[in-house]
């Protein structure tokens, strides 16, 4: 198979209150069956997920750090590694200073399975075609260095492809295999998109059919603590 992954670029500076629908389906020609990756910090803009902070002061969102946290799992220094409501372990509850006016920081998005149907059912009512949409942000892992995005958000893309029972190229019947795709299809479309070219959506062409579907980032990603073997 073979996938074409392509920026979404002439977007403009996203507002509170913006059809990001309506922008996305105007800027790009899409097709069904294409994914649409939307990073999380315009989402949370057209959304208002936004608080003031001192623009001199690189510190000021700390507490807003400790109020988008329903726990806090590490602290180190300045660092704070946290779970959000939503059930994400990340780097400051998702609070965010950077791709935004000096006197603000984004929030992580209220509800970003809500923020993608949101946008895939607006783009299929201006547009007429079906779309998955991922909303992404970019998070740090454990024991790797560097960031990479991941989904927190999806509409149409089946959290996990289940490979469980299916032979592997060997024949053999793999027991445990569950492929994060929205992970990996979201790191994809950052290779495009990037974090300095003011690039936030990014579309997949050729997703294989059993990639698309419904879930939830929440309900079927996220690790319950009760299989969690490091909280």
Known sequence: MRLEIFGVEGLPEIEAGDDLAGLIAEAADLADGDVVVVTQKI???????MVAVDPDDPM????????????VLRRRGDLVISETKHGFVCANAGVDRSNVAADAA??????????ARRIRDGIRAR?????????SDTFGRPWRRGVADV??????VRPILDLRGTPDASGRELQVT???IVDELAAAAEL?????????VAVIRGAHPDWLGPGSIQADLVRSPGEDLFR
């Open 60 to 71: 000021s969102h700390k507490p807003v750090v400790e109020q988008e946290s329903v726990r």
């Open 43 to 49: 989402v949370s803009k057209a959304e208002n997920a």
């Open 151 to 156: 989904a927190i958000g999806t509409a149409g």
């Open 106 to 115: 984004a929030l992580l998005p209220d509800d970003p399975d809500r923020s």
């Open 178 to 180: 569950e492929v994060a």
């Open 127 to 135: 547009s007429g075609v079906d779309v998955g949409v991922i909303v």
């Open 192 to 200: 495009v998109m990037g974090k300095t070219n003011g690039v936030p």
